[in-house]
T-cell receptor, first 116, second 109 residues
Framework: ETGVTQTPRHLVMGMTNKKSLKCEQH?????MYWYKQSAKKPLELMFV???????ENNSVPSRFSPECPNSSHLFLHLHTLQPEDSALYLC???????????????FGAGTRLSVL | EDQVTQSPEALRLQEGESSSLNCSYT??????LFWYRQDPGKGPEFLFT???AGEEKEKERLKATLTKKESFLHITAPKPEDSATYLC??????????FGAGTQVVVTP
C-alpha cells in the first residue's frame, strides 16, 4: 500500500456536477493538505488540517469544500466548478508539529480534474 | 512577502553533462529548504531537506547545498532517468511549505 493514495486519478465533470476527491494516508501522520497545481505555476496550498481541525484556508472559493473525518482520510467536495478550476489536485500528509523533519510532506499521485 | 524563485525554468542536458539548478528565497523564519522531484502524472517525491546555511546532502547523482539566500541542486553526470521537474520549497515558521514553479530537466542519451 503506497503512503498517500488519491482517488480518482482522473475526473471530468460539467460545471453543474457535484463530485468528491478522496485522499487516504497510511503513514500515521496527523496533518493533511490539499494543493492545486496548474501548468507552469507553483503549487498552491488550499487547505491544511491538523489533528482533524482545519487550520488553514487560503481564500479558496466556497465551491471547494474540504472534509477530514479522521487523521487518515481527507476529502475535497466539488460543486459548480468553473473551467479555470481544471488542474492537478494533490493531497499530502506530514507528521505535523514544530521542526523541519516533522514538516516533510509526502504527496499522493494527484487527481487530474477537467471541468467542461 | 515570502518568495521562492527557481531558475532556469527548463534545462536540457546531454547524458553525463553536469549542471546546477538554483532556488533563491526570501522568507521570514526559515524552517527548512525542501527539494522534491516530480515525474509527469505523479505527485512530488521528497528528495532532501536542508536546515542551515552550509549544509549539504547527497543522494546518488544529486547534491543539494544551502546558503542564507539560495539553494543549489547539483546533478552530476546525469542519466535519462534523472529527467523530471525539480521543485524547491521553503518551510515557514508555521510549518507551511511555499513552492517555486520548478525546473523541468530533460536528459538526452
Amino acid at each position: 500500500e503506497t503512503g498517500v493514495t488519491q482517488t480518482p486519478r482522473h475526473l471530468v465533470m460539467g460545471m453543474t456536477n457535484k463530485k468528491s476527491l478522496k485522499c487516504e494516508q497510511h503513514l500515521g501522520h496527523n496533518a493533511m493538505y490539499w494543493y492545486k497545481q496548474s501548468a507552469k505555476k507553483p503549487l498552491e496550498l488550499m487547505f491544511v488540517y491538523s489533528l482533524e481541525e482545519r487550520v488553514e484556508n487560503n481564500s479558496v472559493p466556497s465551491r471547494f469544500s474540504p472534509e477530514c473525518p479522521n487523521s487518515s482520510h481527507l476529502f475535497l467536495h466539488l460543486h459548480t466548478l468553473q473551467p479555470e478550476d481544471s488542474a492537478l489536485y494533490l493531497c499530502a500528509s506530514s507528521q505535523g508539529g514544530a521542526g523541519a523533519s516533522k514538516n516533510i510532506q509526502y504527496f499522493g499521485a494527484g487527481t487530474r480534474l477537467s471541468v467542461l | 512577502e515570502d518568495q521562492v524563485t527557481q531558475s532556469p525554468e527548463a534545462l536540457r542536458l546531454q547524458e553525463g553533462e553536469s549542471s546546477s539548478l538554483n532556488c533563491s528565497y526570501t522568507v521570514s523564519g526559515l524552517r527548512g529548504l525542501f527539494w522534491y522531484r516530480q515525474d509527469p502524472g505523479k505527485g512530488p517525491e521528497f528528495l532532501f531537506t536542508l536546515y542551515s546555511a552550509g549544509e549539504e546532502k547527497e543522494k546518488e547523482r544529486l547534491k543539494a547545498t544551502l546558503t542564507k539566500k539560495e539553494s543549489f541542486l547539483h546533478i552530476t553526470a546525469p542519466k535519462p532517468e534523472d529527467s523530471a521537474t525539480y521543485l524547491c520549497a521553503v518551510g515557514d515558521s508555521w510549518g507551511k511549505l511555499q513552492f517555486g514553479a520548478g525546473t523541468q530537466v530533460v536528459v538526452t542519451p
